[in-house]
């Protein structure tokens, strides 16, 4: 099979990389090239930010990340790194590892928070709070520190990888459970607030994780490729699944489910949702819903 853009400027070229949703047998570099362009048009289109920005891009290890933050410093953007080490065994140390060598070779800064430091590993507080559902308390804490540290560190931007099978699956969940509240705040671009939110953008949601994979394997990005140890069984992993083989046999579905809710449903809830009172946390003074927030209550339980 022949490169499609090739076979338009009359070069025989074999194709690498096939994108049945677009229609599209791509050799490397135009595929590289078409996924950068998408990247770009993504970042224009919903008004992310410039190259004026300070952009803090969260990294975790895995190849959605680490590709991320090369593709926005390859197109010219103001992008470093942030890390958060979550204590999770060899998993964090490797990704760490990984993650202190790449900021090295694309010569950005990088700023590891290291929860064992500021609260405790991960594998710790489920031991302490067994009741709880391990990633809902990861992902409470990270969103904590990472906007907490992008306000400390000078930076406007939070960026984050979250890919189009991410958000699909999230949209997926929150449509059978017809969570409005949840479904009126899923949009690419989260406004910053006051003094209280930075502004969040997630430059990735019109890639699936194939494209971001095959992007960061072709520009020799080593990734962490092993999964969280605790995201195994987690219900966001079999809606992926479910989308995967629908996606099969109708390709374009993914981009297609999420685009037509970006434009037909969206628009009709995003304003309907009221919004909750920001106060702040009495111990630590970030934003919370509550008097004392969320990070800080886990804090209280382990006796910090």
Not at 52 to 76: E, H
Not at 104 to 133: F, M, Q, S, V
Request: include cysteine; hydrophobic fraction near 35%.
């Amino acid at each position: 099979m022949n490169c499609k853009i090739c076979k338009t400027k009359n070069i025989s070229k074999d194709a690498i990389v096939n994108l049945p949703a677009y229609n599209l047998s791509l050799c490397k570099d135009h595929f590289i090239e078409w996924f950068e362009r998408r990247i770009e048009n993504t970042i224009k289109e919903f008004h992310m930010f410039t190259k004026k920005d300070k952009i803090l891009v969260a990294v975790s290890g895995g190849k959605d990340s680490l590709g991320l933050w090369f593709v926005l410093n390859k197109l010219g953007y103001n992008a470093d790194g942030l890390h958060i080490d979550l204590g999770i065994y060899d998993y964090s140390q490797k990704s760490r590892e990984i993650i202190e060598k790449f900021s090295k070779t694309i010569n950005r800064k990088l700023y590891i928070i290291d929860l064992k430091k500021e609260i405790r590993a991960i594998p710790e507080i489920k031991e302490k709070l067994p009741k709880k559902p391990t990633c809902s308390i990861c992902g409470t804490i990270k969103r904590y520190y990472m906007n907490k540290a992008t306000k400390e560190y000078g930076y406007n931007i939070l960026a984050t990888a979250h890919n189009l099978d991410d958000e699909i699956s999230v949209l997926f969940g929150n449509t059978l459970n017809w969570n409005i509240e949840y479904l009126s705040r899923q949009y690419p671009v989260l406004m910053e607030y006051k003094d209280a939110f930075v502004r969040k953008v997630k430059p990735y949601f019109k890639v699936t994780e194939k494209e971001s994979a095959i992007y960061t394997f072709l520009n020799g990005i080593k990734y962490i490729e092993e999964e969280c140890p605790f995201s195994k069984g987690a219900v966001s992993l079999k809606y992926k699944e479910i989308l995967g083989i629908i996606e099969g046999q109708f390709p374009g579905t993914k981009i297609k489910f999420f685009n037509n809710f970006l434009k037909k449903l969206y628009p009709l809830i995003s304003n309907k949702s009221e919004e909750k009172e920001i106060k702040r946390c009495k111990i630590c003074n970030e934003p919370s819903s509550l008097d004392i927030c969320a990070v800080c209550n886990i804090k209280m339980k382990l006796n910090i």
